[in-house]
């Protein structure tokens, strides 16, 4: 996923002339800084974009929420990537098992989503059986929480 979100960040050249002021509006060193501003502030990477993206917005801070939507705001693309590993993610995480949002989740990537999102979508259908199978099936602990003497209580 981290080659998917790098390419929508640095992919795009308006976002990478823009930056050094976000980086700076942000607290993150940029390539303005001298070279002891850069020592001492952390940098704006990839990583560290991927990293806001990946985890959910409301454990975001302050800055690196109004950063990642400053960044959003200046490249469409990685707004978009944004949206779509986000909607991913909330299927996961919540097991969303409906066919439907899967379904409505690979179209739209692949009508509008980057490259590399269209590669992840390709191979998500091919295995979409065992992709719908894993998003129903619940890890083996909660199977084993569900099958204890202490969950028939």
Known sequence: MGAVLGVAFCGVSPPLRSCNHIAATCGYASASDTPNERATAPHLTVRRVTDWIMRRPEHLTETDRTCLDELCERS?????????????????????????????????VRLDGQRELRTLTAGIRRDRTAVLAALTTTSPRERSRATSPESSC
């Open 76 to 108: 469409p693309a990685l707004a978009t990537t944004t949206e779509y590993v986000r909607r991913l993610a909330a299927m996961v995480r919540e097991r969303r098992s409906e066919h439907l949002a899967l379904d409505v989740w690979l179209a739209d």
